[in-house]
């Protein structure tokens, strides 16, 4: 069974730093994209960043430069760092995988192509 369950979230200050783990079970990470999404109250569903299993990643412009995803595939692990964090960033994350063997390159546009979901985990950014 498929499973992904993100952790990591919290409260911080803006200009602080959380590192979000996405960890996968039933099934290898190889051969997965993963993406990682954000949802904030009364917005829609945004594609943050994501990771191929190519190896190629991509992010949205409002997160370049500030968040760094990554994937441990022996850990079936993909992470996600977040650096200089803004107010405008508190959201729940989520996690999500596309069907395997697909998406060799990703873009944060690709949302539609995600099937398996974590619960989330809330990011809040506050002073």
């Known amino acids: 069974q498929l499973q992904l369950v993100e952790s990591g979230g919290g409260s911080v200050q803006p200009g602080g730093s959380l590192r979000l783990s996405c960890a996968v079970s039933?099934?290898?990470?190889?051969?997965?994209?993963i993406g990682w999404f954000r949802q904030a109250p009364g917005k829609e569903r945004e594609g943050v960043s994501c990771?191929?299993?190519?190896?190629?990643?991509d992010y949205v412009d409002s997160v370049k430069g500030r968040f760094t995803i990554s994937r441990d595939n022996a850990k079936n692990t993909v992470y996600l760092q977040l650096n200089s964090l803004k107010p405008e960033d508190t959201a729940v994350y989520y996690c999500?995988?596309?069907?395997?063997?697909?998406?060799?390159?990703?873009?944060?546009?690709?949302?539609?192509?995600?099937?398996?979901w974590g619960q989330g985990t809330q990011v809040t950014v506050s002073s």
């Open positions: 999500a995988t596309a069907p395997r063997g697909t998406l060799y390159v990703c873009t944060t546009n690709d949302s539609d192509e995600y099937e398996n």
């Open positions: 039933g099934f290898s990470l190889n051969y997965y994209t």
């Open positions: 990771v191929s299993w190519g190896g190629a990643t």
